[in-house]
């Protein structure tokens, strides 16, 4: 019982008692609450193989049940979760609230709760008596999985979603377009995935890496399917913001459609999709077909990803970074419409370039959010900042009153390696253990509490560069995203305070958990065999990363 992962904001011991679940008991939940009521049948369901039959009144719930309701003076992702003499109740301030909590009594029944099917007809399922009072301390916990450079197949997709429910997480970001791959299906566009959604052999390790993986690569997410992850995070309270990258990142759509690209500078006929890593200088041309050709995209987008009741579902994620300037600089089409435009260098042409997309969302009610690059050249009005390369492009945009998601990647970029051993597959950038994750601050402590409160959150990012399967990305996400949930929900105190010992012997049955959701997480000892990946050459940064 005091075991969960996030932990709650108030756990109070009941009697010493328990609710026992058996095949009598039944599960309420009122109109408002009717899908977590679907969701926690199920699953439980499963694991138990307990009916839980449906109880059409609370009372009905009767000592042995569960029952699932809005209650009073609750904000809309608060809970509060009582199990006594009457049964289980949960009650949130909204159905996301509920959704928590639910999570919350899953984690309390213990580990086989994760499972998909009864491992033992006869054990008794309990839930300890206790009251939780709980709420998130950010609205926005999101984790990016990057699909491009190396896809996740649909199914992939939908049990991240549940491993992030699990964690309590609420936003995917779905980086969707790279050099590497174009992974959405664009319907007035065919070559974007025809052609953009695959390559024929793909750089095996860091780019320097003399390796390669000589077999075609790709996949993409037809419509439908986009339409169907979107309706499965919702059933989890997970928004999903789709990230459509411009005018960097860019070579898998100039590879289907050439005319995109700086064509007065290189034979964009020539180009493929890009099969290594690293930045890339191909980058989309300035021009009026490239803006009407993206317009063209997000349409498609906005229809597929609508903006709903929930929080963030306006936002539609541009990119903007490592967009290298050469090919402007030497382009006679860029150098022009810079001049036409009245503006002073390349960066202004960028920001040109991104305001251009954040007028054109805001005229559809809809909000842009790029990474910190777009502060440069002057931050379009209204866009929303992913701080990406520290705490410094977060703080100037909280300061100029902008939104700010938190995920330097100094401290939760998840491709970095968790330790510092010889064992480690393909070691990327800093050590960043699961201690160093659970000690991340997404708040830096210069902004005024003004200031502050334009920290929407953080989010911990999968790039996917030396992730070639589900299981590399399991390792290199399990179990630091444990650590980072807990940063994102729980209202932990100072970095340095933090009871990471109290944290570690939580994980002992959080590990049971993980086991029982299949998760390939990276064992407190280090890699199993089959983890390690032996000669690939990776990047390993030395020494601790700088704070910004
Ligand atoms: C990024 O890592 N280039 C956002």
Known sequence: MTELIPWPRSVAAGSGGEVRLTAHSRLYADTATEGVGHWLRTVLRQATGLPLREARELDDTDGDGIGLQIGPGLGPEEYRLVSDGDGVLVQGGGAAGVFWGAQTLRQLLGPDACRRAPIDRDRRWAVPHVTIEDGPRFRWRGLLLDVARHFMPKEGVLRYLDLMAAHKLNVLHFHLTDDQGWRIEIRRYPRLTGIGSWRSRTKFGHRASPLWDEKPHGGFYTQDDIREIVAYAAERHITVVPEIDVPGHSQAAIAAYP???????????ALSVWDTWGINPNVLAPTDNTLRFYEGVLEEVLDLFPADAAEFSAFVHVGGDECPKDQWRRSPAAQ?????LGLADEDELQAWFVSHFDKWLTARGRRLVGWDEILQGGLAEGAAVSSWRGYAGGIAAARAGHDVVMCPEQQVYLDHRQDGGPDEPVPIGYVRTLEDVYRFEPVPPELTPREAAR??????????EVMEDQARVDYQTFPRLAAFAEVAWSALPGSSERDFADFERRMEAHYGRLDALG??????????????????LGRPVDGPPPRR
């Open 259 to 269: 005319e995109l690209g700086n064509t007065d500078v290189i034979d964009t006929t």
């Open 336 to 340: 022009a419409r810079m001049k036409e």
């Open 455 to 464: 920290v929407l959150g953080t989010q911990a990012n999968v790039w996917t």
């Open 519 to 536: 998760v390939a997480y990276r064992p407190p000892r280090g890699p199993r065999p089959w983890q390690q990946r032996p000669g690939v």
